[in-house]
């Protein structure tokens, strides 16, 4: 069953189109991907779905219900979790749960039975008498997504919520966002990380710019792709001459550049790292290394905006 439908949103800051006309819907149990760049206008989506944040114009539904600015029926639902960490240093864990669940309206043994629920959930009870300054951003991180299960939500927003943190919190986090949607949340999820979209996500809405540029689950995203491969270059110095070169290569799609990484988009990888090697041979730089990959969805994403995800 379908429990968020978003339709057609825009919302643009003066001449700025943040997001324009994003549409998309989120089942009960389904994992939900945002995945764009810095900037893509995936923050702002969410503030409109959260509800502090007014669409200009296009529709939101939660639960069948029309949602907005003002609706708290539809907005207890929901469970957000920022992209920037709300959370007071000063107290405990315990604490700093204890004090949002009151603001949720829950109090007294309610309250404390939610608080331990949730330290169970995000693997913390052991530290709940810390003081969140004393958390590493891992932990942090935790913290502040049990804040945003306290109210057990049916619908779960998280923003970025794994940027910044080691492999084992992000493991965490991950695993507590599955086990959610296990129990039949509807989660969306955003992030700029193209492994996070591929390991939790059942669908992946691609984001760029603020318009939905592809959706689908990975394998049909890929699919649109085709038969493209990626061919990742390392080179060090005159990168700018080398890719002005590489683009000349009729078999070569697209390229983009990171830092001192090529990447091209070409139609067969086999026939065409030959001749991707000689034009590098025969501009002034050094290749440090050269890899070939299967589509996946920096792939998708090269190939539907010309450009690299992280940037
Ligand atoms: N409060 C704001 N005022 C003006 N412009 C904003 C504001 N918030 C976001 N923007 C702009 O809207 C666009 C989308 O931003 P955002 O939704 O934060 O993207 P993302 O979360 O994908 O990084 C960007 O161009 C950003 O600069
Ligand atoms: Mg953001």
New binding site residues.
């Given amino acids: 069953m379908t429990f968020l439908e978003v339709e057609k949103v825009s919302?643009s800051?003066?001449s700025?189109k943040?997001?324009e006309e994003v549409s998309f819907s989120i089942a009960e149990g389904e994992t939900y991907g945002?995945l764009?760049?810095?900037?893509?206008?995936?923050?702002?989506?969410?503030?409109m779905i959260v509800g502090v944040l007014r669409p200009d114009s296009g529709s939101i539904r939660i639960g069948g219900r029309p949602h907005g600015v003002g609706n708290n029926a539809t907005k207890a639902q929901i469970g957000f979790v920022p992209?920037e960490l709300a959370l007071y240093p000063d107290l405990s864990a315990w604490d700093n749960l204890m004090f949002f669940a009151r603001l949720y309206g829950v109090s007294g043994a309610e309250a404390r039975r939610r608080c331990g629920e949730v330290l169970e959930l995000i693997d913390l009870a052991d530290r709940a008498r810390e003081n969140v300054s004393a958390f590493s951003g891992g932990m942090a991180r935790r913290l502040n997504i049990g804040v945003g299960l306290l109210n057990r939500p049916r619908l779960l927003i998280l923003?970025?919520p794994a940027v910044g943190v080691d492999a084992q919190s992000r493991n965490a986090i991950l695993e507590s966002i599955q086990r959610q949607a296990a129990e039949g949340v509807a989660v969306l999820y955003?992030t700029?990380y193209m492994e996070e979209a591929e390991r939790l996500c059942d669908r992946v809405g691609i984001?760029d710019?603020?318009r939905i540029r592809a959706e689908g689950t990975q394998r049909e995203l890929v699919s649109q792709v085709g038969e493209d491969d990626t061919i990742v270059l390392s080179l060090s110095g005159g990168t700018e001459r080398a890719v002005l070169a590489l683009k000349k290569i009729p078999q070569v799609r697209e390229v983009s550049t990171e830092g001192s990484e090529v990447r091209l988009l070409v139609r067969d990888a086999r026939s065409t790292v030959p001749l991707v090697l000689e034009t590098v041979a025969d501009s002034e730089t050094v290749l440090r290394s050269v890899e070939v990959r299967e589509p996946d969805l920096e792939t998708v994403f090269l190939h539907l905006t010309g450009k690299a995800l992280r940037n």
Avoid: C, F, M, R
């Fill in positions: 919302k800051y003066g700025n943040a997001v945002l764009g760049p810095n900037g893509a206008g995936k923050s702002t989506t969410i503030s992209q923003d970025e955003t700029h984001i710019l603020g």
